[in-house]
């Protein structure tokens, strides 16, 4: 799927209609962009990182979600708006994964700024639907590399469709990008080659990796919701902790965007059912690792993911 042509990835843009309260949007307004970088404004660190990839030297890049930061939580500040009001497009995940800057998005009402969802490269066929939320979708896309691969390549016609005059360069750099996520979605396959299917079961802090277990054939369970707006309750803990000590599950998963309390939590409660389950070590969820760390980049995560993943479930049960 990642090698698909560009020409069957739809070029078709979604524009929102932006105005930030109190701020005139200095948007793109037909300006020619051709001689100047293009300041572009991501939301999470996955989505600044794959602009940057796909824009390369054309663009200037700010994320507002570093490491760490659980996107269902974040809250715009008065820097964000300054930012987005002063950008030229901006760029965010979608389904509802910005939950508390949906506010935002909505007052968005004029057409100078364009605004991209990357998560409209992922036809609806493709979109799982969320367990939670009837007519809503699962918004973490990036955790099946084939359906991030197609992000990118979307990105570079969102980027084409305001500095046509670089098309040939996004879409060079679109097709690299996804290049890369494909030798990283082999690392993976190759890894999970090493569980055998009854131990290919994930346990998580939230329930975010459910691209990641419909594409790698691991059965997933997280504690919160699809969103960690919603906080599990004791019943919650009850049920995962049943779930893992009836199955004997090894090991469980901590995220680093989310509270470990929960975790812990289950942990202890699976304990007290006279099973001793081990915490396998911290996923990346819904952020990359800080610059420079092994985690710090698309493919980075992935590979630090799978190979956690992998020495978390490979040892038996009480070992």
């Known amino acids: 799927m990642l090698k698909r042509t560009l020409a069957a990835v739809s070029a078709a843009a979604m524009f929102l209609p932006i105005v930030l309260s109190g701020c005139a949007p200095a948007g793109t307004g037909g300006m020619d962009l051709s001689g100047r970088q293009i300041r572009v404004v991501a939301t999470t660190s996955m989505i600044a990182e794959l602009v940057q990839e796909v824009g390369g030297n054309r663009v200037i890049v700010s994320g507002l979600m570093g490491p760490g930061v659980d996107p269902h939580l974040y809250k715009a500040s008065e820097g964000d708006v300054s930012r987005m009001s002063s950008a030229d497009v901006i760029f965010y995940n979608g389904l509802h994964l910005e939950g508390k800057m949906g506010e935002i998005f909505e007052q968005m009402s004029s057409l100078r700024i364009p605004a991209f969802a990357v998560?409209?490269?992922?036809?609806?066929?493709?979109?799982?639907?969320?367990?939670?939320?009837?007519?809503?979708?699962?918004?973490?896309?990036?955790?099946?590399?084939?359906?991030?691969?197609?992000a990118a390549l979307r990105a570079a016609e969102d980027l084409a469709s305001i500095d046509s005059t670089s098309a040939d360069l996004y879409r060079a750099n679109a097709q690299a990008f996804a290049e890369e996520i494909a030798e990283a979605d082999q690392y993976v396959r190759q890894r999970v080659a090493e569980l055998p299917p009854e131990s290919r079961?994930?346990?998580?802090?939230?329930?975010?990796?459910?691209?990641f277990g419909r594409a790698y054939g691991f059965e997933v369970n997280g504690l919160q919701g699809l969103s960690t707006a919603a906080e599990a309750g004791t019943a919650d803990v009850a049920g995962l902790a049943d779930f893992v000590a009836s199955r004997r599950v090894p090991a469980l998963f901590m995220e680093s965007s989310v509270s470990p309390r929960g975790i812990e939590a289950v942990r202890a409660a699976v304990r007290s059912r006279g099973y001793e389950v081990r915490i396998g070590g911290t996923l990346f969820g819904d952020a990359l690792g800080a610059p420079g760390t092994a985690a710090g980049t698309y493919a980075g995560m992935v590979r630090s993911n799978i190979d956690t993943i992998v020495a978390g479930l490979i040892t038996p049960a009480g070992l």
């Open 119 to 150: 998560s409209d490269a992922v036809p609806e066929t493709s979109l799982l639907e969320s367990a939670y939320f009837t007519g809503n979708y699962d918004p973490h896309i990036w955790f099946d590399a084939g359906l991030w691969g197609l």
């Open 201 to 211: 079961v994930l346990v998580t802090s939230h329930d975010a990796f459910g691209y």
